[in-house]
């Protein structure tokens, strides 16, 4: 990924890394964001250059001033269930949220006018079965974000 074009933003992943497996990734893959659950982030250190992106699910507890971005998903990670939409509408007012969680081609016009999120966050919904990305749906999925931004 360092040899990708410097408008693409590259983003880590993780769920509950130790400080081991964060400076693995860290040093390995320089991310610009770290996505990972809001309570991971007092634990890892975050070199210059690194935002982070803290996650916060259906019914947790927001901190009274919210950062500056996170991503607002279901209650699971990972198993395709709905972020609870009217809840991501009252965050999305407050900082650049990105909605996730259940997202699909079918549904994401529908979430983008309900929320007015800053960014959408697909994986499961464009997957043919468990773990395999479908271009095609990839495509439909994105035809459709586009589709539906509003513009600025």
């Given at each position: 990924?360092?040899?990708?074009?410097?408008?693409?933003?590259?983003?880590a992943?993780?769920?509950?890394?130790?400080?081991?497996?964060?400076?693995?990734?860290?040093?390995?893959?320089a991310?610009?964001?770290?996505?990972?659950?809001?309570?991971?982030?007092?634990?890892?250190?975050?070199?210059?250059?690194?935002?982070?992106?803290?996650?916060?699910?259906?019914?947790?507890?927001?901190?009274?001033?919210?950062?500056r971005?996170?991503l607002?998903?279901?209650?699971?990670?990972?198993?395709?269930?709905?972020?609870?939409?009217?809840?991501?509408?009252?965050?999305?007012?407050?900082?650049?949220?990105?909605?996730?969680?259940?997202?699909?081609?079918?549904?994401?016009?529908?979430?983008?006018?309900?929320?007015?999120?800053?960014?959408?966050?697909?994986?499961?919904?464009?997957?043919?079965?468990?773990?395999?990305?479908?271009?095609?749906?990839?495509?439909?999925?994105?035809?459709?974000?586009?589709?539906?931004?509003?513009?600025?």
């Amino acid at each position: 990924c360092r040899d990708f074009p410097g408008n693409l933003i590259r983003v880590a992943v993780m769920r509950h890394p130790t400080a081991a497996e964060w400076q693995a990734v860290r040093d390995g893959f320089a991310p610009d964001w770290l996505q990972a659950d809001a309570e991971d982030f007092p634990a890892l250190e975050l070199p210059a250059g690194c935002e982070p992106l803290p996650v916060y699910r259906n019914a947790q507890m927001a901190p009274v001033t919210p950062p500056r971005r996170i991503l607002f998903e279901g209650c699971e990670s990972g198993r395709g269930e709905l972020a609870d939409w009217r809840e991501a509408t009252a965050i999305a007012a407050e900082t650049q949220m990105i909605l996730a969680g259940g997202l699909d081609a079918d549904n994401v016009t529908d979430a983008i006018q309900a929320v007015d999120p800053w960014g959408v966050d697909v994986s499961s919904g464009v997957e043919s079965g468990r773990g395999k990305k479908d271009p095609k749906r990839i495509e439909q999925f994105i035809a459709r974000v586009r589709a539906a931004e509003r513009p600025q």
